[in-house]
């Protein structure tokens, strides 16, 4: 600190009298007016989406749902004979003028009372054509992702954004408390991160700007979308100590899987001074622990279960959350010891399946692994070289006839893996040689391979697809369910 | 609510015994450090770069900083004639393992005493060549862009990403206590948000997958990078009534200012059952004073402050604070008013300048009249129908001599738009009209409209560059210092 700051802190504290006088006039949410304490006979201005209409002869019930919650407002509606006709029907957006009173039913405690008599007290403002397609009280997943533009009017893929909102700012609060930087990398690049060649590229723009038609195009050279954001966190984690990002990735692939997007956001985290893979095991182990302990003593929590019809399905997301809150640590193993296991107890009977030293830990594997031997996330750490990114040093442990890196993988029951971290080779002739084995170009990467000539430090990451990590605490099998507009091959339809 | 939600609260209960055993083994930051109660001769170990060396005979002066935060911390080594060898050097990466002392300077209050007499006391883990260019004390902007990959060491844009990082905080409170959901809209898009065409257009990838070469390329469609996420909201906002999001958008204009950017954040948002623009201009002010009240009252504002050397700039961004704190409301005036204004004063002596109706307001404009004429942040509203793309409704004053859409530019001293808002025409017969007349294409944005016809509802909303906000609020003129890696014509080096 220094003199400035006792100026500042002067100046700082003459600003306390300043008061926010804007009061914002949105209308409240349904959500905020159930919070209320509402007095029955008090007037409630109301707008939402029809659910569901029951008729009687001189009374209406209506459900009405503004995507605030996954709570529906009853609307009960006197009709007269003589009254003005009102045609309401599923999927109108209504407006209604009302009295509150308490509900006999068991689902609400309150209800809105309004009379088709007088014209103000509730109309339509946005009509629906007969061939509204969301009649159905449970629509199939599959069916919801045909309609685009309607799938988040249900109460179950509401939720599930509401849910993935809900987390993203616990992430937020857990990683202001630990003193990391949030920071925006970039999204276009030069730079192929994984090596993985199934990078989409990018291109001037298709007419016009003739002055920027360089030759290497807008950009003077080739650029790609990220598919991670890793070597420019580890720049900025060696000026800030400790980076996380939450943002998109894109990967050309031709998967059309249900744990695959073509464009999805990806968390990672890069930290500095880190020598030793359980220091980041440890901390992706306390930081989805955290999340999900908040995510269990909230609303957030009774909101993604009340979306679901199906006892079932509400215990088995208990049963997730009960499964990253165990009282025992995460087991953690290396891959040797890995296939070990699955040698010797999942393939004990058929020899013929088992693993030769340096294959892949297939997502079947992992599933049985951490869903029926350990019935726990799990960590594999110490893959082999070869399985692996350049970036990534010698395991502690290092044998020459079976050669390691220092990285994990976090593997969870269900979905396989979910985390893929590693220390980062952080000395400049170790990192070259292993570019050059692997046949990549130094010269392009020289922005990179500078920061190992310039202080470098021992540091360390990881990176988390965060719709895999949602799905599974949201137990929404497909991917594509937890991202809005999903993109895949032969997908962007809107 | 309904009867599982009673089961599920029983179940959370329950799970309130589990508690989370894992303590991350992350060594602490000197923030960290600095935040505790230290007791002098108690012993620390403490990493980070050098940031200048002062040497006398049997002592040596270090500062050291991790970039957690902006607070050096000063390194006392003591050193014997017979100690070995120890160079230190300003950029070279650090480990302290020290006693802590009072420190008897004036910056700050305690300080890490080591000698080299003990070699596990002090060692250097990642050293630098002697061109480390990051040598002297204050480096200019303009000749840090040209080291992207050191220059977030330096005290002042170490202190902005951190800074950023902050405000992005506050605006995730802001809009969860708002009852906001937070959507990650695509990034990959077919559709042209606002007409521009100033659109990065993306291909497949230029080798191998043979089979996801569609005639029409790897979506089955031509694909570009938004330029706004405004339509997939409006969307999502007619299912959960309100949404926001902060999400990379691209521009490939040809504009290489310190205003622009072809890769840049925006927060966008979309508000149901909104039909007066007052409503948004009301919102968008208690959103700024509300995070800027946060930013005053917290230790950003003084980290901020004290990366500048220069006492005036420091007043200039308490300057900015203030006028955003303002007791009074911000003004809102018609762009009639406001031509009105900039012909009749600022104009008043030349008439040859004057705008005629339906003219651009340009920057230069907007400068005058929100820092010269109302000092105060000010709103625009009900532009010209031709100044403004094809999605807003007619102002509530709608003149047919002078058409203007119900919308409004919120415009800032020194840097002008911040943020552009409107109401979205919300009945399908006015948008299609309005798109058939300015000879857009109405069956490519079916998706769209379609949101017209099912239920749609009055709904408005805003986009604001995050980039041009941290830098009024951090007073920084040029944006390319705000992201860690900007992107501009023939600018993506690394």
């Not at 504290?13 to 159930?34: D, E």
């Not at 199934?198 to 050279?221: C, L, N, T, V, Y």
């Not at 692996?388 to 079976?402: C, G, I, L, Q, T």
Request: charged share 25%; proline share 5%.
């Amino acid at each position: 600190m220094n003199g400035k700051t006792t100026i500042s802190q002067r100046w700082l504290s003459t600003m306390s009298h300043f008061k926010n006088h804007v009061s914002p006039s949105l209308t409240p949410t349904i959500k905020q007016w159930l919070n209320r304490t509402l007095e029955p006979g008090s007037q409630g201005a109301v707008s939402g989406h029809v659910k569901s209409v029951r008729q009687m002869k001189s009374i209406q019930f209506v459900d009405i749902s503004d995507g605030s919650s996954p709570n529906l407002l009853l609307v009960v509606i006197k009709k007269n004979a003589d009254d003005p006709k009102l045609d309401l029907r599923v999927g109108q957006s209504i407006h209604v003028n009302g009295q509150w009173a308490l509900s006999k039913g068991n689902e609400q405690t309150i209800e809105l009372k309004c009379t088709t008599t007088d014209p103000s007290s509730i109309s339509v403002i946005g009509d629906v054509p007969d061939s509204y397609p969301m009649q159905k009280k449970s629509h199939s997943l599959q069916f919801l992702r045909t309609q685009p533009t309607l799938r988040h009017r249900t109460n179950l893929l509401s939720s599930v954004l509401r849910f993935r909102s809900f987390v993203e700012s616990r992430f937020i609060e857990y990683y202001e408390e630990k003193g990391f930087c949030k920071v925006s990398p970039p999204i276009i690049t030069s730079s192929d991160c994984e090596g993985a060649g199934d990078m989409f590229k990018i291109e001037a723009p298709p007419k016009g700007h003739s002055e920027i038609h360089h030759k290497q195009g807008f950009f003077g050279r080739p650029t790609f979308l990220t598919v991670s954001t890793q070597l420019h966190l580890e720049v900025l984690a060696l000026s800030l100590n400790r980076v996380w990002t939450l943002t998109p990735c894109f990967r050309a692939e031709n998967s059309n899987t249900n744990r695959h997007l073509s464009e999805f956001w990806m968390l990672e985290a890069e930290i500095c001074y880190v020598d030793d893979v359980s220091q980041l095991t440890d901390f992706c182990e306390d930081m989805i622990r955290s999340v999900t302990e908040k995510i269990v003593s909230s609303n957030a929590a009774t909101d993604i279960m009340s979306s679901r019809f199906d006892k079932e399905e509400v215990e088995a997301m208990q049963n997730r959350w009960a499964t990253i809150l165990s009282d025992k640590k995460w087991p953690s193993i290396t891959y040797n010891d890995a296939c070990e296991l699955i040698n010797l107890v999942m393939y004990k009977d058929e020899p013929q399946n088992r693993l030769s030293w340096g294959e892949s830990i297939q997502t079947v594997h992992e599933k049985w692994l951490a869903g029926e031997y350990f019935r726990s996330p799990i960590f594999i750490t110490d893959y082999p070289v070869g399985e692996k990114p350049f970036y990534m040093p010698k395991s502690k442990n290092f044998d020459r006839e079976k050669p390691t890196v220092a990285c994990f993988d976090l593997i969870f029951p269900e979905i396989g893996e979910l985390i893929g971290g590693s220390l980062r080779e952080h000395r400049y002739d170790e990192l070259v040689a292993a570019m050059t084995s692997r046949g990549m170009n130094v010269n392009d990467m020289q922005w990179y391979l500078s920061t190992r000539e310039n202080g470098s430090v021992p540091h360390g990451g990881f990176g988390m697809g965060f719709e895999r990590l949602i799905a599974y605490l949201g137990a929404v099998e497909n991917i594509k369910d937890i991202i809005p507009f999903p993109r895949s091959p032969l997908t962007c339809d809107c």
